[in-house]
């Protein structure tokens, strides 16, 4: 999924366009309402250059544009027996889907992975139908490297800035197919991995969380589900799929001193969701709180804080916490931000 007036998404098609043939006026329609915008935003960054004719690709390569995905060359999926090629996956989810002893789905045909060779960008598999599923457990840190904007509301701020993502599978569960019992935990070898990118974050002071009625032991909790909610809730307000972004929660964040909730662009230097995470904050928020709030789940489920993609294996979460602790938010943004509701 994509928003097409994305300027992550519609710079790199018009710079495609114009090294094909040059842009004129009337080419721009057929790239929406923003185009204009974006094209004058190339010229000004030297990517595009405008003469009598239109707008010409400045550059003597192509662009670089990778259509299949981001960070890296695709890994390729080959049977072993036979060398059969099965598919690829993006190489930055390949770590996490087709490691050594992943189960691998592709076209109805079950597969394990025996061996994942990464200088070579190729996993190799071989037809099984065991009774149990793979889940790619990941340590994950972030670092703030530069707020580009924010809004405050007394105990909450909210920020929009530049990040640094490192992130390590270290180890997948083996957990039996229908109950998801878990059966095994086995440790991997992988190395870690960096992405700069952009991040919308919110912090809350220790006296929020006081008047929320969250302790020590529940901010772990608390914050976790309320990420993974936000994460959910995200797509309804910038349009893209939950697998495009990413979050991290902790109870003390080294970079803000505060309790902090970041939700992250999982593609190099951003692809717009965060900022337009940012822009509506308010009524993200509270789209978030009231998820949470209208299911009827007492624990937490997939519907409203657990998340299919969770490094951690879903723990902790603290559900009632979560709501607790968005309550108060909301609180300080009604009577702050005119824009909240």
């Known amino acids: 999924m994509l928003d097409p007036d994305n300027p992550y998404v519609l710079g790199p098609h018009l710079e495609c366009a114009a090294a094909e ?3 004129t006026e009337a080419d721009l329609d057929l790239f929406g309402p ?5 094209v004058d935003d190339l010229v000004r960054r030297g990517r595009l250059r405008r003469r009598p004719a239109g707008w010409y690709w400045t550059r003597r390569h192509r662009p670089d544009v990778d259509i299949r995905g981001v960070g890296g060359p695709p890994v390729r999926i080959v049977e072993a027996s036979t060398g059969r090629l099965l598919g690829t996956v993006d190489a930055s989810t390949s770590h996490s889907t087709v490691h050594r002893g992943a189960v691998y ?6 597969y394990v992975v025996i061996e994942f060779d990464l200088d070579a960008a190729v996993a190799f598999v071989e037809a ?3 009774d149990w599923t793979t889940v790619a457990r990941e340590d994950t840190d972030i670092r703030v490297v530069e707020s580009i904007r924010s809004r405050s509301a007394g105990d909450v701020e909210l920020h929009l800035g530049t990040v640094e993502v490192s992130s390590q599978v270290v180890s997948y569960q083996r957990r039996l197919a229908g109950s998801g019992r878990v059966i095994g935990d086995d440790p991997l070898d992988l190395p870690a991995r960096h992405l700069r990118t952009r ?4 912090t809350v002071t220790e006296e929020l969380l006081a008047e929320a009625g969250i302790d020590d032991g529940e901010v772990p909790g608390a914050v976790h589900a309320a990420e993974h909610a936000a994460i959910g809730i995200l797509p309804l307000f910038a349009t893209c799929d939950r697998w ?14 505060r309790t902090t909730v970041f939700v992250y662009d999982g593609y190099p230097g951003g692809a ?17 709180r009231d998820v949470i709030a209208a299911c009827e789940c007492v624990a937490g489920c997939p519907s409203c804080v657990q998340s299919p993609k969770c490094g951690n294996g879903n723990e902790p979460l603290d559900k009632p916490a979560a709501r607790r602790l968005l309550d108060a938010v909301l609180q300080r943004l009604d009577s702050a931000w005119s824009d909240s509701r």
């Open 199 to 202: 991040a919308v974050w919110y």
């Open 21 to 23: 043939l040059s842009l």
């Open 105 to 110: 789905l592709h076209q109805g045909g079950s």
């Open 244 to 257: 495009d972004i990413g979050g991290v929660s902790t109870a003390l964040h080294p970079d803000t001193s």
């Open 128 to 130: 099984a139908t065991p």
């Open 272 to 288: 717009g969701f965060a900022e337009r995470g940012f822009l509506r904050g308010g009524p993200w928020l509270r789209a978030t």
């Open 34 to 38: 923003l185009a204009r915008l974006t």
